[in-house]
Structures are given as C-alpha cells and as structure tokens.
C-alpha cells in the first residue's frame, strides 16, 4: 500500500516532464516556443472574462451576506423534514451551482462536524461530485465567446444540477442508509 502513496505522489511531477519531453523529442515540437504562444492567445481571452468573474463573485457574496441563503432554507425547511432530505446538505443545493469555492468549503466544513466517512459526508460528496458550477460556468464561458442569449443554457444546467442532487441523495440512502 505504501508504493501506491509512492507512485501517486511521484504521477503528476513525471507527467509535467513527460509531455514536454515527448513533444520534444518525438514529435519535434518546439515545446517552449508553442508554450508562449498559447499564453499569447490565452491572455486576451483572460483579460476578457475578469468583468464575468468579478461580477459573479460579486453575486455569491451578496447572495451570502444579505442572508438571501438563511432565506431559502427557512423556505424550504418544511420540505425537507417531508420528504426526510438532510438539512445539513441543502445549503450545497443552493451554493453548488453559483461558486465552487464556496461549496468546496460547505464541504469541508460537513466533513469536520461529521466526518468524510459519515451519512452526511458521503452524501455531500457525491453532490459536490454530480454537480457542476453551472451559473459559473455559463458566465465564463458565455462570456468568452460572446454569447447574450443564455436563458435555455440556464435552465437546463440547473435542471441537470437539481438531478444530480436528487440522484445523489437517493442512491447515498439506498447504499449507505440514513
């Protein structure tokens, strides 16, 4: 067991001097030349979505600190308790779509309280891995591209993160009980 913890830290430094050297030496790719061009393209395009990421974040912190969150928990808290969905895991729900950093530390967070290997951690694992940051995402990378007219990209994206919550929940109760 300890040569795979060996292997696995040793996986990502080999990789990074693999590929350059692959392309070097067998593909004869002018690796360090091909590097700076790609980061010459790259840079508009990053200078071109700072105005998305900011006004997202912008978004999260204003959906947190207006108590917008504590807002629809207390909405949907009746729900929850009737169909016996964990409270604990519902502000994912709500955090997963709009900020990845935000939900990563909602995560975390369970995790220390409960435990990774718990009911709780388990099922906000799998949420957190079902899931994507969907308005994120759309704001990015809509917001590259140049596209204005998002709404059915929306509406599906959340549809596909509220099946990923529900799929999540039922399977993690059906495999490891409540």
């Given at each position: 067991?300890?040569?795979?913890?060996?292997?696995?830290?040793?996986?990502?430094?080999?990789?990074?001097?693999?590929?350059?050297?692959?392309?070097?030496?067998?593909?004869?790719?002018?690796?360090?030349?091909?590097?700076?061009?790609?980061?010459?393209?790259?840079?508009p395009t990053?200078?071109?979505?700072?105005?998305?990421?900011?006004?997202?974040?912008?978004?999260?912190?204003?959906?947190?600190?207006?108590?917008?969150?504590?807002?629809?928990?207390?909405?949907?808290?009746?729900?929850?308790?009737?169909?016996?969905?964990?409270?604990?895991?519902?502000?994912?729900?709500?955090?997963?779509?709009?900020?990845?950093?935000?939900?990563?530390?909602?995560?975390?967070?369970?995790f220390r309280?409960?435990?990774?290997?718990?009911?709780?951690?388990?099922?906000?694992?799998?949420?957190?891995?079902?899931?994507?940051?969907?308005?994120?995402?759309?704001?990015?990378?809509?917001?590259?591209?140049?596209?204005?007219?998002?709404?059915?990209?929306?509406?599906?994206?959340?549809?596909?993160?509220?099946?990923?919550?529900?799929?999540?929940?039922?399977?993690?109760?059906?495999?490891?009980?409540?």
């Open positions: 067991m300890e040569w795979i913890n060996w292997i696995s830290k040793l996986m990502i430094p080999a990789l990074i001097v693999f590929i350059p050297l692959y392309a070097a030496y067998f593909r004869k790719v002018p690796v360090y030349e091909s590097f700076v061009e790609g980061a010459k393209e790259g840079f990053a200078v071109q979505i700072i105005p998305h990421l900011v006004g997202m974040m912008v978004a999260v912190s204003i959906f947190r600190e207006t108590g917008a969150m504590q807002f629809y928990l207390k909405l949907f808290q009746p729900l929850l308790s009737l169909i016996h969905f964990p409270e604990e895991s519902f502000p994912l729900a709500l955090l997963r779509p709009i900020s990845g950093a935000g939900s990563l530390a909602f995560v975390e967070s369970i309280a409960h435990g990774p290997d718990s009911y709780l951690g388990r099922l906000v694992s799998t949420m957190q891995g079902s899931t994507d940051t969907t308005l994120y995402v759309l704001t990015v990378y809509f917001g590259a591209v140049g596209i204005r007219r998002s709404l059915y990209a929306v509406k599906v994206g959340l549809l596909a993160d509220m099946a990923g919550f529900v799929a999540s929940w039922l399977i993690v109760t059906m495999v490891f009980g409540s």
